[in-house]
């Protein structure tokens, strides 16, 4: 794309949505593995026998970090005038968004990650597909087909496969006779919960710039979780804080997972309809399970491969759907 200029020519490059989304899903993918690499750093490095690297530290200070890199690209959003056009129910829903997807989610997440496998986190997420396309079709409107529906169906029953298939550990939960592991089942509700950001989001706060839902989503989600993990572990749950060789780590952290793969996921879902979304997070288990491997050496289990395995010719079938609805379009 290109247009005139004083009488020179300036091109202009518009980046389609669907490219943000899919650099989101790259750096979205590899998080789990990095974040219990990071952990597994620190754990070499300790301090009067505490991990500086541990995961609440990530979390909290990870998202400090991410904090001032976002001020310092999109601090001038934060103006009087673009405030003033935000409304009440805009902050409410912004401040929604900010406790369920910036505090609760992450938290979660952060706590299976402490009990559980990466892979088996990975794969439970995929309960986020089914949610959305569900929530999307009766509350935006959303078009699907029986492809989407079959593929969305599939992916869920290799996600219960793999939570019921784990192998008898320590943090187990015994519900109906049925041995869950504690760290699927968190990782669950942080799917359930991060599906419902993800509408509040779509139909309410797509045309919030960027740098205002960024930054307030940050640091509304980062102090909520701060209290939160003072209440659930005490006040010397913080002590490493003030690490130099944590803030070192966190500012990497902070500003490639946290800031980049938000910005990008974003500003791709302003653009592109759930279903675009939907394809492109379909392939997070993919970039997951290699990172997992790659970074920590972590082979899938039995579980895994059959959960797995349903969840990927779930991914199929879905993709079959998409090129039909492409080429009925065309036609």
């Known amino acids: 794309m290109f247009y005139f200029h004083g009488g020179v020519i300036v091109f202009k490059l518009k980046i389609p949505g669907q490219i943000y989304l899919w650099l989101a899903i790259l750096i979205f993918g590899a998080s789990s593995a990095v974040t219990r690499k990071l952990t597994q750093i620190g754990a070499q490095h300790f301090i009067d026998g505490r991990n500086p ?50 505090a609760v989610v992450p938290g979660l997440i952060f706590q299976a990650l402490a009990i559980t496998r990466v892979n088996n986190i990975i794969l439970v997420g995929r309960l986020e597909p089914p949610l959305t396309m569900a929530l999307s079709v009766w509350l935006l409107r959303e078009r699907v087909n029986r492809w989407d529906v079959m593929g969305a169906f599939t992916a869920f029953v290799g996600v219960v496969l793999t939570i019921l298939l784990q192998p008898p550990g320590t943090t187990m939960m015994n519900m109906g006779g049925v041995g869950i592991g504690l760290g699927e089942i968190l990782a669950a509700v942080a799917a359930i919960i991060s599906v419902a950001s993800t509408i509040i989001f779509k139909r309410s706060l797509s045309y919030v710039p960027l740098g205002i839902f960024s ?68 392939f997070t288990p993919i970039v997951g399970i290699v990172a997992a491997y790659l970074v920590l050496g972590e082979a899938p289990t039995l579980a895994q491969y059959i959960g797995g395995s349903f969840i990927f010719f779930g991914i199929f079938l879905s993709q079959v759907g998409l090129r039909n609805f492409l080429g009925i379009t065309k036609k």
């Open 53 to 102: 690297i541990s995961l609440c530290n990530v979390l909290f200070v990870g998202n400090l970090c991410a904090l001032i890199v976002l001020l310092l690209v999109y601090g001038k959003q934060w103006n009087k005038t673009t405030l003033q056009k935000l409304s009440k129910k805009d902050w409410f829903a912004l401040t929604m968004v900010a406790i369920l997807s910036g």
């Open 215 to 282: 930054i307030f989503r940050t640091a509304l989600g980062t102090v909520i979780f701060f209290f939160i993990a003072l209440i659930l572990y005490g006040q010397d749950h913080f002590m490493d804080v003030f690490s130099p060789f944590l803030w070192k780590w966190m500012f990497v952290y902070g500003a490639v997972i946290v800031v980049l793969g938000q910005s990008f996921w974003l500003k791709g879902l302003r653009t592109s309809t759930v279903s675009a979304s939907l394809l492109a997070s379909s």
